[in-house]
């Protein structure tokens, strides 16, 4: 059990959409981004999944998960290719129509005027969205994010996708914020883990977790300890401390 969050913290998840992502052609980069800012708004992102571009599967996804989560990330399929069908998959999801936007569609003709260039129907294509979605301005690229019931779908460019999810953050409920601290000690986890395993039964309201490294052909062992009770993670990480310095 998670014991780091409170039970009225929002919880979220990511679906990261892209055949590129699945083959490996790309580094999904977008997950971390997205964890990083929801821990520090005390958000609690529960789950993420990545998956093809693919409607029918994007569409389940989304009804499965936006019924589960307080709020649904996406990344991915909202450019002017054949294979950009977020939009389309997002409106399917809750029954909604895939409509024209005016607001984008205006900002994309601008745009391609300013350049002496005409629209084509790849480019009218990304002023497409669910209709009655919020949009998602952002200081990135002309064309927004959008926000659907509780499923903000942003662009899989990581840049881009930062400045969208910057705009997202005043539209979310936070939470109580998850403090971590962390010790690293150049010892094989294996000869503290139990007496790692006991400062934990001690204190069950901070969530503790050991990861192993090697560097210069020497293991060692990062320990990492969260939680939303601020006096028992200061308790906890000075007995892991005295632990490590008396190892």
Same mark, same amino acid.
């Given at each position: 059990?998670?014991?780091?969050?409170?039970?009225?913290?929002?919880?979220?998840?990511?679906?990261?959409?892209?055949?590129?992502?699945?083959?490996?052609?790309?580094?999904?980069?977008?997950?971390?981004?997205?964890?990083?800012?929801?821990?520090?708004?005390?958000? +609690?992102?529960?789950?993420?999944? /990545?998956?093809? $571009?693919?409607? =029918?599967?994007? &569409? #389940?996804?989304?009804?499965? %998960?936006?019924?589960?989560?307080?709020?649904?990330?996406? +990344?991915?399929?909202?450019?002017? /290719?054949?294979? $950009?069908?977020? =939009?389309?998959? &997002? #409106?399917?999801?809750?029954? %909604?129509?895939?409509?024209?936007?005016?607001?984008?569609?205006?900002?994309?003709?601008?745009?391609?005027?300013?350049?002496?260039?005409?629209?084509?129907?790849?480019?009218?294509?990304?002023?497409?969205?669910?209709?009655?979605?919020?949009?998602?301005?952002?200081?990135?690229?002309?064309?927004?994010?959008?926000?659907?019931?509780?499923?903000?779908?942003?662009?899989?460019?990581?840049?881009?996708?930062?400045?969208?999810?910057?705009?997202?953050?005043?539209?979310?409920?936070?939470?109580?914020?998850?403090?971590?601290?962390?010790?690293?000690?150049?010892?094989?986890?294996?000869?503290?883990?139990?007496?790692?395993?006991?400062?934990?039964?001690?204190?069950?309201?901070?969530?503790?977790?050991?990861?192993?490294?090697?560097?210069?052909?020497?293991?060692?062992?990062?320990?990492?300890?969260?939680?939303?009770?601020?006096?028992?993670?200061?308790?906890?990480?000075?007995?892991?401390?005295?632990?490590?310095?008396?190892?």
């Amino acid at each position: 059990m998670d014991t780091t969050s409170p039970a009225n913290n929002p919880t979220a998840a990511t679906i990261i959409i892209g055949n590129e992502i699945l083959s490996g052609r790309t580094l999904d980069i977008n997950t971390q981004e997205i964890a990083l800012t929801l821990v520090g708004l005390g958000i +609690t992102l529960v789950e993420t999944r /990545t998956i093809a $571009d693919d409607q =029918a599967m994007i &569409v #389940a996804t989304i009804r499965e %998960l936006s019924s589960k989560y307080d709020y649904i990330f996406t +990344t991915g399929g909202i450019g002017p /290719t054949h294979d $950009d069908i977020t =939009a389309a998959s &997002v #409106a399917a999801a809750f029954n %909604l129509q895939y409509v024209r936007n005016d607001e984008i569609y205006d900002i994309i003709k601008k745009h391609y005027s300013s350049l002496g260039e005409k629209l084509n129907p790849s480019r009218e294509k990304m002023a497409y969205v669910p209709e009655s979605s919020t949009l998602l301005y952002n200081d990135a690229t002309m064309v927004p994010g959008f926000v659907t019931k509780n499923v903000f779908s942003m662009a899989g460019i990581p840049h881009i996708m930062k400045s969208m999810l910057k705009s997202a953050i005043p539209m979310l409920k936070q939470g109580t914020i998850v403090k971590s601290k962390s010790i690293e000690i150049m010892i094989g986890e294996s000869k503290i883990a139990d007496r790692f395993e006991a400062i934990q039964l001690k204190y069950i309201n901070v969530d503790m977790g050991s990861y192993p490294f090697t560097k210069d052909d020497k293991h060692g062992t990062t320990l990492v300890l969260s939680s939303t009770d601020y006096d028992a993670l200061d308790n906890s990480f000075n007995e892991v401390k005295n632990l490590c310095d008396n190892a």
